[in-house]
């Protein structure tokens, strides 16, 4: 069963345009996560958000938790090609992980 | 510290046949999870290894087996491969006990033919 709904699932973008990934369940969870895949190689993690209403940013990215714990946005200010890849959440309750439908992103140079 | 890693990285097989796919998990870790991707699915839960365990399960039929063993390296095996099987499998690792951070090997591709 799929408690993650991310969108969009295809982004293809120029460089330094500015876009916001989302990610919806009706589910509460404890913490959500972020990922970044690259094609070929396994999800590295990006960013842990817990309490409802944290923003948290790692350079031009910024994430954010839902109030209620439902939900979380990735925002990417000024694209770059090396943004480029698939994008998954992940909610985690317990010991077990959730994970979203993914956004493809490419940003074309 | 060494990553996780997976082997082998690629596998072709026939359909009816079975298949097993090792992990090795960060040294120190001592939870295993197990993760089918399909671009159609998306990243599919199959199960979590603790201490040589299965604490959790995903929905997947019982084709799908794994085991852990005491220093934490853990297998999956596929028995009657069909060719639905075909996919990225992945294997994460972490502490456990209440540590979320996963940290994911580059997965074994599977193709059924």
């Known amino acids: 069963t799929q408690l993650l709904e991310q969108s969009p699932q295809f982004l293809s973008i120029q460089e330094g345009e500015n876009l916001t990934v989302y990610c919806n369940s009706s589910?509460?969870?404890?913490?959500l996560q972020w990922y970044r895949q690259e094609p070929g190689e396994g999800p590295v993690l990006l960013v842990t958000v817990v309490t409802g209403g944290e923003v948290k940013k790692l350079k031009r990215l910024t994430f954010q938790f839902g109030d209620a714990r439902k939900d979380s946005s990735l925002h990417i200010t000024a694209a770059q090609p090396g943004d480029t890849g698939l994008y998954l959440c992940a909610g985690v309750t317990g010991n077990q992980f959730y994970f979203g439908t993914g956004t493809s992103l490419t940003v074309i140079p | 510290k060494a990553g996780v890693t997976q082997t082998p990285r690629y596998l072709i097989k026939t359909r009816g046949q079975q298949v097993t796919l090792s992990c090795s998990p960060i040294s120190g870790h001592r939870s295993v999870s197990w993760y089918q991707q399909t671009p159609g699915q998306g990243l599919q839960f199959l199960f979590e290894?603790?201490?040589?365990?299965?604490?959790n399960k995903g929905n997947f039929p019982g084709r799908f087996s794994g085991r852990q063993f005491s220093n934490s390296r853990s297998e999956m095996n596929v028995s009657t491969l069909e060719l639905g099987d075909s996919a990225l499998y992945l294997c994460?690792?972490?502490?456990?006990?209440?540590?979320?951070?996963?940290?994911f090997g580059q997965g074994t591709r599977l193709t059924v033919v």
């Open positions: 589910s509460v969870f404890s913490s």
């Open positions: 994460a690792s972490s502490l456990g006990a209440g540590y979320t951070e996963a940290f």
């Open positions: 290894y603790f201490s040589e365990t299965q604490r």
